[in-house]
């Protein structure tokens, strides 16, 4: 994704250049390239889109100066606390709370998708700050007396003689969960920001200190009753949305045929009725996705566009892609990204559905409702490497384990799909609203339990996008129980799989990698990929990916192994490209 980078300059590096981090960031000809600041102890710059936030960096004031990737959603409702104008803009109000030494305070009220970094010429500092849930990414390097950050591994990588060690642990935890977790990357020293956090490098001592400006705990339990819990959350969604949305910028939505993007969807023809938007849909021809945001769009006067995969379309775009998210998103899940230029020609920016988890209450273990998460909940969900995910410390103080579990598995995973897209739109997520979230936290789990509260909310406010079409996970309209029995759920597996082996198309998903997989072109190019003594996975893990997954899968149509391949693919793919072969 686009973003702002730099580091500390040092006397045993002097041909280390802002230049070259730039020329690793800049992916793509239509990035914006601000003009770097230049001194004798930091060099930094920024790339973006041009399409929200600041137009230029960096915002200068007395020797301060501050990048900013992003952009906050409440900052005229908070200016008055802290004597700023409500046209000040994110960048200067981080300068003038930092003078006031309000920083701290004014971070713990901003509701932002944001990244920024601020260096003090006089007291030779410089800080990364991350947004309240660390959604817009920032990575630091700190060895060997080389401090750089950068909004994207490969600004790091960039750098002359940067440790590249592989994180041993990184291997493992990607080929078992599909994702790394806690601050890890795929390099030993270079580490992911934690969320809500200040982390100050002083140039003149060599030290680095972090701290939070906001923690979960912060969050007191409310004594509503489920009825007004409902109304509440409702009219919270709606300003969410409010907040992200004016009819004059260029947005869009993805709708699929889950409940969150039809929310957000639905939410903004309730502010707008008249308005005429664009959505679109992608997935295998005539899938439930498809047909539920058709029925969707039939109730409104939106423009609306499908995208098909097809066997042939879906690889090799892929490749490039797992450069642009630094190996971190398994290419499995890459899903619609090549379509992303023709969506970019009708929309700008996309209202993103991402955060549904906390609303529907699928993060949270029956048996361990209303419990504070602690090293048992983190084994059961994150296995052996759960240690991984850092100390359970005060961040994580209330008693919900689902902020632990968004905080590692939505963030490192999920959101990767995000910073996929990043590079032609930008996204905003209004289920990520501060006050939305804040309340579904202050919420015993019970509310939101089998999705109770979330179903309860779209039935009341929206029920012209709700009360009769069906959610795909269901094929049920939200709200409506009714799991299947055992044995229906063992006969519709069954003929999933029987469907497989006869080739035919499921329409419950909107892929269908096991068949694709097998297609000969694309088997033939992964053979080629996974041979071991061509390999650049060789050198972390004595598996064999040619014999362990791809050939087992070939072999017996009764055997899937997608996710370890396409896996095991991102791996290698990614390897090589650090390595330039």
Known sequence: MPGIYGFSVTQSNPANTIEKMTDAMHLYDHFIKDTPLLDERVEASRVHLGHIGEKSSPIESDGIFVWVEGEVYNLDEIASQFDLFESTTIGDALIKTYQANQLDAFLNKLDGYFCAALYDQKSQQIKLISDRYGMRMLYWYWHQDQFAWASEVKGILALNDIDKTIDPTSFDCFMDLGYLLGEHTWFEQIKLIKPATVLTFDIQSQSIEQH????????????MTFEQAVDELGNRF??????RFAPAENIGIALSGG???????????????????YAYTFGIDGCDDIQIAKQVIARS???????HFTS???FTPRIEKIWNTDGMQDMMHMHGSQFRDSVAEKMVINLNGYGGGLMTGELIYPQFKNHK??????RKKFKKHFLLCGELDSFYDLLHIDPFIYMHRNRRFTNMGTINSLVKVENRKPIMDNDVFSLLMSLPDEYRMNNKLYSAMLQKFFPKYFKDIPWQKTGKPAGVLGKASIPKRAFNKGMRILKSVLGLKSTKGYTDYNAWIRSPEIAEQLTALFKRENSEYQKITQQDFLNDYLQPHLNNKLLDKSNQILRAATVELYLRKVNRK
């Open 301 to 307: 006067n939106w423009d609306y566009q499908e995208f």
């Open 312 to 314: 042939g379309n879906w």
């Open 212 to 223: 939070y400006y906001w923690k979960w705990s912060e969050i007191k339990p409310s004594n």
């Open 373 to 378: 998460v602690d090293a048992v909940l983190a």
């Open 238 to 243: 709606i300003k969410a949305v409010e907040r």
């Open 259 to 277: 409940l969150d993007s039809r929310a957000i969807f639905a939410a903004v023809n309730h502010l707008y009725p008249d308005h005429k938007g």
